[in-house]
T-cell receptor, first 114, second 112 residues
Framework: NAGVTQTPKFQVLKTGQSMTLQCAQDMNHNSMYWYRQDPGMGLRLIYYSASEGTTDKGEVPNGYNVSRLNKREFSLRLESAAPSQTSVYFC?????????????FGPGTRLLVL | KNQVEQSPQSLIILEGKNCTLQCNYTVSPFSNLRWYKQDTGRGPVSLTIMTFSENTKSNGRYTATLDADTKQSSLHITASQLSDSASYICVVRGGGADGLTFGKGTHLIIQP
């Protein structure tokens, strides 16, 4: 099991450029999430997908779009990058293990927008 | 408003000492409370998950407590090691768009 994987690990963009952050999980989880983490702000939810075919906005969705391509993959797209989107992006999934549910995070994508 | 407040923001202790991190929440309805450890440059990793009926849960040298009446939780680290240097994040399920409310974390530094 690779768990939650993210690509790329690092990316530098110029203002106005677009890019897609990829996320995949091999744990057969239904729920997947995209967060951004900024210094002093903690993790903030951008979008989430409770199941294949559904997506919902989180706390900070402006400037982003998502696609739940299938049960494994959940991508995050920046159509026109802005310096305010410089951040570390984490993908996560939640699965039930017995009576407990555990959230697994990917290693993160570090994005710098110039 | 659903909120999770953690204290202190940062903490420096000597290797081998114990420490306790605090988490207060106002999330309602409450489902469970999690503590995560996040090493620098990595994603958070789950340490413990506690439901309403659980007062204490341990994971090695980490012990989490939950007082659902006062809406407080603590994470106690015993005999700290250099590898405990990390951010510790408290998360409560029961609020937010997706049902999860995150604290901002406590940054812990263990000095030799």
């Amino acid at each position: 099991n690779a768990g939650v994987t993210q690509t790329p690990k690092f990316q530098v963009l110029k203002t106005g450029q677009s890019m897609t952050l990829q996320c995949a999980q091999d744990m057969n989880h239904n729920s997947m999430y995209w967060y951004r983490q900024d210094p002093g702000m903690g993790l903030r939810l951008i979008y989430y997908s409770a199941s294949e075919g559904t997506t919902d906005k989180g706390e900070v969705p402006n400037g982003y779009n998502v696609s739940r391509l299938n049960k494994r993959e959940f991508s995050l797209r920046l159509e026109s990058a802005a310096p305010s989107q410089t951040s570390v992006y984490f993908c996560a999934s939640i699965g039930s293990e017995g009576v407990q549910e555990t959230q697994y995070f990917g290693p993160g994508t570090r994005l710098l927008v110039l | 408003k659903n909120q999770v407040e953690q204290s202190p923001q940062s903490l420096i202790i000597l290797e081998g000492k114990n420490c306790t991190l605090q988490c207060n929440y106002t999330v309602s309805p409450f489902s469970n409370l999690r503590w995560y450890k996040q090493d620098t440059g990595r994603g958070p990793v789950s340490l413990t998950i506690m439901t309403f009926s659980e007062n204490t849960k341990s994971n090695g040298r980490y012990t989490a407590t939950l007082d659902a009446d006062t809406k407080q939780s603590s994470l106690h680290i015993t005999a700290s090691q250099l590898s405990d240097s990390a951010s510790y994040i408290c998360v409560v399920r029961g609020g937010g768009a997706d049902g999860l409310t995150f604290g901002k974390g406590t940054h812990l530094i263990i000095q030799p």
